[in-house]
């Protein structure tokens, strides 16, 4: 019996549906039924099916705002597992391994998922007094200079729809829970390019972060900086620790392939 080529196992509803998730590149960030039912040369119904299947399993979701369409988180899960087997950890353990050395003070690697920052990696310092380890686990990002660092370059409507409907929880006294007083620090955070936790997640705690981006220009996580108040004055963030940060961001980008 002929051996069949792999060709002939192909199934079309699996195709189409890769089709439609493949049409999400470049500057297309959303799309309406309309739109992808010309590009897919595929009738609406099906493309409405297609769409439907991919949103219950967290691929596609609906803009609330447009009504359109655009990838889901999920698809943004299978992309951080793939950086992290294949990039984010590899290609940023010795700069934050370098960034250690210098600055002497814990360094993480985060990213972004369902409004949660987590790390993915950890650098202690060689301090007694440090700040706690958290590889794994998840914090609120609008808390946390790693969260806040990437959520400021959403757009209005995304933050809107990202931030969790319910009250935003008051962990510290200096953390921010009004919705627009955090929207303008966010937009301040995108204008100067990095973010600072002024003991708003853990009390006595600060942190400073700048973002990460691959080769597509899209952020993909952060690197951070976190320590003791005491040892995080005003004057070492501003003079020492935004430069390092920012500095290890840009080493930790370029080896993803992103270009300025």
Same mark, same amino acid.
């Given at each position: 019996m002929a051996k069949k080529e792999k060709s002939e196992y192909l199934i079309q509803a699996v195709s189409h549906a890769l089709d439609l998730l493949e049409q999400f590149h470049g500057e297309t960030d959303e799309l309406g039924v309309t739109e992808l039912s010309k590009r897919l040369k595929l009738h609406k119904n099906n493309v409405f099916r297609?769409?439907?299947?991919?949103?219950? $399993?967290?691929?596609?979701?609906?803009?609330?705002?447009?009504?359109?369409?655009?990838?889901?988180?999920?698809?943004?899960?299978?992309?951080?597992?793939?950086?992290?087997?294949?990039?984010?950890?590899?290609?940023?353990? &010795?700069?934050?391994? =370098?960034?250690?050395?210098?600055?002497?003070?814990?360094?993480?690697?985060? +990213?972004?998922?369902?409004?949660?920052?987590?790390?993915?990696?950890?650098?202690?310092? *060689?301090?007694?007094? $440090? @700040? !706690? &380890?958290? !590889?794994g686990s998840r914090m609120p990002a609008y808390c946390t200079a790693a969260g806040k660092v990437q959520i400021a370059y959403m757009s209005d409507e995304e933050v809107d729809i990202y931030l969790p409907n319910r009250e935003l929880q008051k962990l510290t006294a200096n953390t921010i829970t009004d919705r627009e007083e955090l929207k303008k620090q966010l937009a301040v955070i995108a204008e100067q390019g990095y973010a600072i936790d002024n003991e708003e997640? =853990?009390?006595? !705690?600060? *942190?400073?972060?700048? &973002?990460?981006? =691959?080769?597509?220009?899209?952020?993909?996580?952060? +690197?951070?900086?976190?320590? &003791?108040?005491?040892?995080? *004055? =005003?004057?070492?963030?501003?003079?020492?620790?935004?430069?390092?940060?920012?500095? @290890?961001?840009?080493?930790?980008? @370029?080896?993803?392939?992103?270009?300025?």
């Open positions: 297609l769409l439907a299947t991919l949103e219950s $399993r967290g691929y596609i979701e609906q803009n609330k705002v447009t009504e359109n369409y655009r990838l889901g988180l999920k698809t943004l899960e299978l992309g951080q597992t793939f950086i992290k087997q294949m990039g984010l950890l590899r290609q940023s353990r &010795p700069v934050i391994e =370098d960034l250690v050395k210098t600055c002497n003070e814990t360094t993480y690697i985060g +990213v972004l998922k369902d409004f949660s920052i987590i790390y993915l990696d950890c650098i202690e310092t *060689s301090k007694t007094v $440090r @700040a !706690v &380890p958290r !590889v997640l =853990d009390e006595g !705690v600060r *942190s400073v972060g700048a &973002p990460i981006r =691959d080769y597509t220009r899209r952020i993909i996580g952060a +690197v951070s900086i976190s320590g &003791p108040s005491m040892r995080f *004055s =005003d004057e070492r963030i501003n003079k020492e620790l935004i430069p390092m940060v920012i500095k @290890a961001s840009e080493e930790i980008s @370029a080896k993803l392939g992103y270009q300025k």
